[in-house]
């Protein structure tokens, strides 16, 4: 089944204490994003990706790392996390590295919270 | 720039009537333009886009929204609502400046029986 999964689902964790969220696809998509979702905000992007080793920022990039190593897997890291990064976070894909017609897929989601 | 502006963050409708969600858009390339929905505790699924082809574009679940460059808009409408349409409709435009895709705030549809 083609999807975009994310682990963990669920995340509480404290303030400073350096975590990982991944992300990994099995459509051979190019394309890889990370976003961010808030009450009355919507989704703002962190991160993209257009292909292994290419990454840029999104819109609220700060305080978040990415790599792309593979082109599979797109692994959001938080080095020292702050109450104001609780949020619902969630992983894209899409395919093509410059086409923007194509829509993105959706990973199911990531709650965390910092305390 | 590209951004996007969903102009109700509410909308209430009863049973079978017509559904009307609004969205501006602006964006200095010819964009790409998409509705997605999220209902309840669940992820973003994607209703239907518009991609430079037909100005009118049919999606899923009887859903349709038409590009209108003058007015840059794209409003999604439904003729009938269903009460499994509750949920939140996010409008979301990206373009070939940036590659970035820029999500509007959404708009959280109510459906009375």
């Known amino acids: 089944e083609a999807q975009v999964t994310q682990n963990p689902r669920y995340l509480i964790t404290v303030t400073g204490k350096k975590l990982t969220v991944t992300c990994s696809q099995n459509m051979n998509h190019e394309y890889m994003s990370w976003y961010r979702q808030d009450p009355g905000l919507g989704l703002r992007q962190i991160y993209y990706s257009m292909n292994v080793e290419v990454t840029d920022k999104g819109d609220v990039p700060e305080g978040y790392k990415v790599s792309r190593k593979e082109k599979r897997n797109f692994p959001l890291i938080l080095e020292s996390p702050s109450p104001n990064q609780t949020s619902l976070y969630f992983c894209?894909?899409?395919?093509?590295?410059?086409?923007?017609?194509?829509?993105?897929?959706f990973g199911p989601g990531t709650r965390l919270t910092v305390t | 720039a590209q951004s996007v502006t969903q102009l109700d963050s509410h909308v209430s409708v009863s049973e079978g009537t017509p559904v009307l969600l609004r969205c501006n858009y602006s964006?200095?390339?010819?964009?790409?333009l998409f509705w997605y929905v999220q209902h309840p505790n669940k992820g973003l699924q994607l209703l239907l886009k518009y991609t430079s082809a037909a100005t009118l574009v049919k999606g899923i679940n009887g859903f349709e929204a038409e590009f209108k460059k003058s007015e840059t808009s794209f409003h999604l409408t439904k003729p009938s609502a269903h009460m499994s349409d509750a949920a939140e409709y996010f409008c979301?435009?990206?373009?070939?400046?940036?590659?970035?895709?820029?999500f509007g705030t959404g708009t959280r549809l109510k459906v009375l029986a």
């Open positions: 979301v435009v990206s373009d070939g400046g940036t590659y970035k895709y820029i």
């Open positions: 894209a894909s899409r395919t093509g590295t410059y086409e923007i017609n194509y829509e993105q897929y």
């Open positions: 964006s200095s390339y010819s964009p790409s």
